[in-house]
């Protein structure tokens, strides 16, 4: 049986990340969390205090990125540094979005991912997996659950880091998100015609990845796992 490549789009805290984990390491493929790439870029955009679209572009086109598999998951290094413990504050969540939408951002992107996958054998988590960057993978997968469902799975992980921050704040950051993710111009979030949809609003980590699996054997009839 062949390796297959798993694209996983869908909204925040959906649980794109947690599951694609899972599977990776049941089936022994290597994984590619593409948020973790927007989220660097938009940290170095941060750092280096660019605004502008054009100068963010620029800067996304030269930057040096590697993306490596970690005990933790996947780590992403731009010229050199490790910056995957500063992508994930709610700094560059604000801002992600907007960096996200610039068309050359994108298309430096969109070049990484498509090269990370070209053996198959792995899964990618995003929002536009399965309609931009493989239209032709294996098996699609857009995975929900109600905005209330995934701003409390959210807010769980977010209240030790950040005591200030509401149950609202969280609900409408992530609403405000999901958003601009679906109306942007190029490439929004937004469900490949044939891709399944999974909500998965009331299953665990395990019985969602579960799910994903059965959906692979029941398209690939030799599919082991
Ligand atoms: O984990 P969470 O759902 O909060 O977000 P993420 O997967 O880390 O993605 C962060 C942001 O990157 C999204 O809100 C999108 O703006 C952008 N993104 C994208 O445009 N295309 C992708 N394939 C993946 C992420
Ligand atoms: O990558 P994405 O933003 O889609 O979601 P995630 O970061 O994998 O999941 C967000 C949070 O929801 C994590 O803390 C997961 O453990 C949790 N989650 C859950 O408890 N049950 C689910 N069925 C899905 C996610």
Redesign the pocket.
């Known amino acids: 049986m062949k390796k297959l490549s798993i694209a996983i789009d869908g909204?925040?805290?959906a649980g794109?990340?947690s599951v694609s984990k899972i599977l990776a390491a049941r089936l022994g493929y290597a994984y590619l969390?593409?948020?973790?790439m927007?989220?660097a870029v938009t940290y170095e955009a941060i750092e280096r205090k660019l605004v502008d679209p054009e100068a963010v572009a620029a800067m996304a086109e030269a930057l040096d990125m590697e993306v490596l598999p970690g005990q933790d998951g996947m780590h992403v290094i731009t010229d050199g540094r490790d910056v995957t413990p500063f992508i994930r504050t709610p700094e560059v969540?604000g801002r992600?979005?907007e960096v996200?939408a610039i068309g050359r951002v994108r298309k430096a992107m969109v070049a990484l991912q498509r090269k990370q996958a070209e053996k198959g054998g792995i899964v990618l988590?995003?929002?536009?997996?399965g309609t931009t960057?493989l239209p032709k993978a294996d098996i699609k997968i857009f995975l929900t659950a109600s905005v209330h469902i995934r701003a409390v799975r959210r807010f769980k992980e977010l209240t030790e880091g950040h005591p200030e921050m509401t149950m609202e704040d969280v609900e409408k950051e992530i609403s405000r998100?999901d958003y601009?993710?679906s109306h942007r111009e190029i490439?929004p979030l937004k469900k490949a015609e044939d891709a399944v949809l999974l909500d998965n609003g009331e299953l665990t980590l395990e019985g969602t990845a579960e799910a994903i699996i059965r959906i692979c054997r029941s398209k690939f009839p030799g599919f082991d796992a």
């Open positions: 909204p925040a805290g794109k990340s969390d593409t948020g973790a927007y989220r969540s992600v979005s996200s988590d995003g929002r536009d997996i960057v998100r601009l993710d490439s």
